[in-house]
């Protein structure tokens, strides 16, 4: 072989025939034909089918190398083998790199399983061959199969441990796992082990190809030996456009102007020297796009997209140009692009940056969810990246997974705890769910952007005035207003240097006074991003109740920007407060000329106009309003289904059938609105309420709780309405005591216990439960509130009654109880007389029949009363004489009982005396014991001589205390239950000393068992009762006496009580049975007007 020509010896001859190889034939069967017909040495073929190969013509190629390869080929050389494999090889490599470039992943794996097969044939032939082991390393490389890869070049150079291509693709093998590795310490370990490689390749080979060094260079740049890789880059060829490109980009990465103007320099020298360099090209092409140069970016990445082969460059030329269009506006071609360029790689690892940019395009188009997969990409390859896990947020948010969304932004705050934007993100979330961590997280983004030295934004100080506003700290919202608004017109009105400013702050629709301020020259300037706040700002003083400066700032709004609709409804709510009814009207009424379908618009004067109970016009103006958002604005279907609720329950019903269409409209309606809003707790009221209506109080009482939990959960909704209503379905199912208790909670912790509404609730609640006197308590506090208030006093008056006719009915009764029954009476009878007196000059509502009714009533009631009273009067009477009696015979007995403990005493002390004189001194011991011994012996005596006595003495005194009984015959019975009722106490506090263990043994010997003496005393006054006049005889003329008067009377107590026991006598009334005292009942139970 010379030059450019081949020659192959003829066979049997020496001749030879000359092949030119830069005019092969354009067929190949001629070459084959030649080749086999001579028999040419197999290296020839192998030669003739490279230069087809350098010459692009890759079928003759492997035309060539397929019949090269065939079984008679291989029969007819079977002894030359370095040559069949090399064929083999050869074609095996060629399969590979068709697969490499190969798109359609069916046609890839084809071309990798023929190359695959023609390799396997290989070592059959040879399974030492190095280059076999390389090709098959090759071929696993392009299949990402880096294990395997690096088994097969191990393998090879096992065989030869200095074959460069081994170390080459081992060194190639390395560092691609390293690109892969997730792991820091590993991924530096491979870049290392790959620079081993291919040092260890340069050193055997130092004329090695260029892309050794450019390894080398990758290598150090990795490790972060950035020196030494430029130094590798420089070696090179001045003309190697990949050692060029590799420098500029490490010039550009220094971000510093000379560093970029070099980095260009040699970009635009690879260029010129190879115009279609891909990397080149994308390097140049991202240069550009920095400045905003697209055309060039366009003409650039359209080049390296022709030029290129490899799918990762691919990737990088459709990044480029797809960005371009993204930052141009053009959504649809960047989003075309990007996708293409996401298709290049076959994991997010090769090239992410792709797939960020997808998901923001996504994100703009509003396709959330495939926006969404993109970002967890790129997630996937940097799960800290904190601008992905902001918009990872906020997709969340937009398909409304709150939770998820405030958990990534909290992901993000911890990531980079100096990113206020996320900060911002996340107090927006926050301030629904919890407005305290909302505006905690809101001050921490403030004073982040206030230590970087920038300012903060008027929407972030805005947002956290609104949180202390609805926090309830008006001072610290009324500082961070001011300070978001800053300076201007609005501070005047605020400290009042605008004299005029207060004689037109009640004049909601003049605005001369600002007209007169610019003819005046004053600079009346708004900014539109401060009208938010200046609003706000208002509305915090219209809270605060200092409603002149409030109204400035709106018409100050409405002077500049005369479309703010808001302002025109404050102003609205404002006259409405003063109860100007007419001049809302009108203000409403303009904000309509604004936008004659604004919601919020009609929905107020829907309310306006049932102020003035026109409910036809009321009507059509919620639906109206319900119309304007196609039924989407949920408080205009509630108002509708209030306005069906109050119809059914008007007091003009025109028939139960009416009622129930209302009901089941305003149900329908309530429904609809938690179809469209689960948590909206005022539809959910109005549907319990509909379905107490009904009579569904066990499911009304469930939906009730539920929303009365909820609302007590949330710091911007206040329901008192649903604490109400709870404790209503308590008393229709009759559980007055819990309704009672949720008024009372009601009360307290809503109105402060002055509303007077709820009040007449809990007094109805008691009247129905008979607790006339609580009934009356709370009416009493209601008329202090409202005294102007008839319906109170009425029902005030009629507790009273009610609590007298019960009294009056009870069987036992104290004269205390019959005379706070007059008390009671009067009380009523007055109340109801100045109602029938008041109904001269004012319309209250009662018929002045039935309150005269209620007065003859209660004079009746009173007239029985003072009967009874008398009757009570007299038995008490009776009783304190029965109790002296008894206190002066106890008396007497205690005098007696007291001198005859004393003579014992002075009997004892003689005694004592005696003993002393008696004693000898002689003998003391001896005497003492004998002393002792006659001394217990007197005692025994002694104490049998007392008893007998004493039982003397009691005989006689017995006698004589019968001989009283005589001469009070009439009280024996009462006197004997009281000495019996001090006898119990006696024996009970002797008893109580025992237990405690003060027992006095000795006192009780020496006393000769003066407490036993007294209770024996006792029990036989008590046995002499038994033979003495049974008291019914004087029962029955008690009876007779009483019912002279016109009143029976019964004993309480029969003829089986205790022994002991005081009777007692007491009367009981009965209304007679006339036709009048029946209406009169009927009055009473049927009057009490809770409304």
Not at 103 to 109: A, I, L, S, V
Not at 617 to 645: E, H, I, P, Q
Request: glycine letters at 6%; proline letters at 2%; one cysteine or more.
């Amino acid at each position: 072989m010379m030059g450019g020509v081949v020659y192959i010896p003829v066979q049997n001859s020496e001749e030879e025939v000359m092949v030119a190889l830069d005019h092969l034939p354009r067929d190949a069967t001629d070459m084959i034909d030649i080749l086999k017909a001579e028999q040419a040495p197999l290296h020839l073929w192998l030669i003739i089918a490279r230069e087809y190969f350098k010459q692009g013509k890759l079928d003759q190629f492997r035309q060539i190398l397929e019949e090269g390869s065939s079984p008679e080929i291989d029969e007819y050389y079977a002894d030359v083998k370095y040559e069949r494999i090399a064929i083999l090889n050869a074609l095996a490599a060629y399969y590979t790199y068709l697969g490499k470039i190969e798109t359609k992943q069916r046609d890839k794996e084809e071309h990798f399983i023929s190359a695959t097969q023609y390799y396997n044939r290989a070592s059959r032939i040879d399974a030492h061959e190095p280059y076999t082991w390389i090709g098959k390393g090759q071929l696993y490389v392009a299949k990402g199969e880096l294990q395997t890869a690096s088994e097969s070049f191990r393998i090879a150079l096992v065989e030869d441990p200095n074959c460069v291509p081994a170390l080459l693709g081992q060194a190639c093998v390395d560092f691609n796992i390293a690109e892969r590795e997730e792991h820091y310490k590993k991924a530096m370990d491979s870049y290392r082990s790959s620079l081993e490689f291919y040092k260890r390749a340069l050193q055997i080979n130092p004329n090695c190809p260029a892309s050794v060094r450019l390894g080398i260079g990758f290598c150090r740049y990795k490790l972060g030996q950035f020196e030494k890789a430029r130094q590798a880059f420089q070696r090179l060829d001045p003309d190697n456009v990949e050692a060029l490109v590799a420098l500029g980009v490490m010039d550009l990465q220094t971000n510093e102007a000379h560093g970029i103007k070099r980095g260009m320099e040699k970009m635009q020298g690879a260029f010129e020297i190879h115009p279609y360099c891909p990397m080149a090209l994308n390097c140049l092409a991202n240069h550009f796009f920095f400045t905003g140069q697209h055309f060039l970016v366009e003409q650039l990445t359209e080049t390296a997209l022709a030029v290129s082969s490899h799918g990762l460059m691919k990737a990088h030329s459709y990044y480029n140009l797809a960005r371009s269009y993204h930052s141009k506006g053009d959504f649809e071609k960047a989003l075309r692009y990007y996708m293409a360029s996401v298709k290049e790689t076959s994991k997010p690892q090769e090239f992410v940056l792709p797939y960020y940019g997808l998901g923001q395009v996504q994100l703009k188009l509003g396709d959330f969810k495939s926006s969404l997969l993109s970002f967890e990409k790129v997630l996937e390859v940097h799960p800290e990246n904190c601008e992905s896990l902001k918009a990872v947020g906020h997709i969340y948010s937009q398909l409304g997974e709150i939770d998820k969304a405030v958990e990534t932004f909290r992901k993000a705050t911890r990531i980079d705890p100096k990113d206020s934007v996320a900060f911002t993100e996340l107090g927006d979330l926050l301030i629904s769910s919890d407005a305290g961590a909302a505006l905690d997280v809101f001050k921490t983004a403030r004073n982040l952007i206030k230590k970087g030295g920038q300012e903060v934004p008027i929407e972030l100080m805005n947002n956290i005035g609104v949180l202390y506003f609805e926090k309830g700290e008006f001072e610290l919202a009324e500082q961070t207003f001011k300070e978001a608004l800053g300076d201007g017109i609005w501070l005047s009105f605020l400290t009042g240097s605008i004299d005029r400013s207060a004689y037109y702050s009640f004049q909601y629709k003049d605005f001369s006074l600002f007209h007169q301020l610019e003819e005046d020259g004053s600079c009346i300037e708004l900014p539109w991003n401060k009208v938010t706040t200046l609003f706000n700002y208002a509305r915090l003083l219209e809270q605060v109740n200092d409603t002149g400066k409030a109204s400035n700032m709106y018409r100050l709004i409405l002077f500049k920007y005369p479309d703010y609709v808001d302002a025109y409804l404050r102003l609205t709510a404002m006259a409405k407060a003063r109860n100007n009814i007419q001049l809302s009207i009108e203000l409403i009424t303009d904000a309509l000329k604004v936008d004659d379908k604004c919601p919020n618009a009609l929905s107020m004067l829907g309310d306006l106009e049932l102020k003035i109970d026109d409910w036809v016009k009321a009507k059509d103006t919620f639906r109206a309003a319900k119309d304007a958002t196609d039924g989407k604005d949920s408080y205009a279907t509630l108002a509708l289904g209030n306005w069906n609720y109050f119809a059914a329950i008007r007091n003009e019903k025109r028939g139960p059938k009416l009622e129930a269409t209302h009901l089941e409209k305003a149900k329908e309606l309530y429904t609809k609105v938690l179809m469209q809003h689960p948590s909206n707790l005022y539809a959910a009221n109005g549907a319990a309420i509909v379905l107490a209506e009904k009579g569904h109080f066990d499911v009304s009482k469930d939906i009730f709780t539920q929303v009365q939990e909820a609302a007590s959960g949330s710091v911007f909704v206040q329901m008192p309405d649903v604490w109400v209503n709870l404790a209503h379905v308590y008393f229709a199912q009759g559980h007055f005591a819990l309704a009672a208790k949720m008024y009372q909670n009601c009360l307290r912790k809503f109105y402060y216990n002055t509303d007077t509404h709820v009040l007449q609730y809990l007094a109805r609640t008691h009247y129905e439960a008979e607790q006339w006197q609580e009934c009356k308590k709370t009416l009493l506090r209601a008329i202090h509130l409202a005294p102007s208030n008839y319906t109170l006093r009425f029902d005030a008056g009629v507790a009273m009654q009610k609590f007298s006719a019960s009294t009056l009915q009870k069987t036992k009764r104290t004269a205390d109880e019959v005379r706070s029954t007059v008390t009671e009476l009067k009380n009523a009878v007055c109340i109801f007389s100045q109602l029938s007196a008041a109904s001269i000059y004012h319309s209250h509502g009662f018929d002045e029949k039935k309150l005269e009714t209620h007065v003859e009533y209660c004079k009746h009631l009173l007239d029985a009363a003072k009967v009874h009273c008398e009757a009570a009067e007299r038995e008490e009477q009776q009783n304190r004489q029965r109790l002296e009696v008894a206190r002066q015979l106890e008396k007497r007995k205690q005098e007696d009982e007291l001198k005859q403990v004393m003579q014992q005493e002075e009997h004892f002390e003689r005694i004592k005396e005696q003993w002393k004189h008696s004693s000898n001194t002689a003998g003391k011991r001896r005497e003492r014991s004998q002393v002792e011994d006659e001394e217990g012996g007197d005692r025994r005596r002694r104490r049998g001589g007392k008893r007998r006595k004493k039982e003397k003495k009691m005989k006689t005194r017995y006698e004589e205390e019968a001989d009283m009984e005589d001469e009070h015959e009439d009280l024996e019975e009462d006197t004997n239950a009281m000495n019996e009722y001090e006898d119990d106490g006696a024996e009970k506090a002797q008893n109580d000393l025992i237990a405690a263990g003060l027992e006095d043994s000795d006192a009780e010997d020496d006393l000769g068992g003066h407490s036993t003496a007294i209770n024996r005393k006792r029990r036989a006054w008590s046995e002499s009762d038994e033979d003495d006049e049974p008291l019914g005889e004087k029962v029955n003329s008690a009876e007779t006496d009483e019912e002279t008067n016109g009143i029976k009377a019964k004993s309480v107590a029969g003829d089986d009580d205790e022994e002991g026991k005081l009777r007692t006598i007491g009367p009981t009334f009965f209304i007679e049975s006339s036709q009048r005292e029946m209406e009169l009942k009927q009055v009473l139970n049927c009057d009490f007007d809770p409304s």
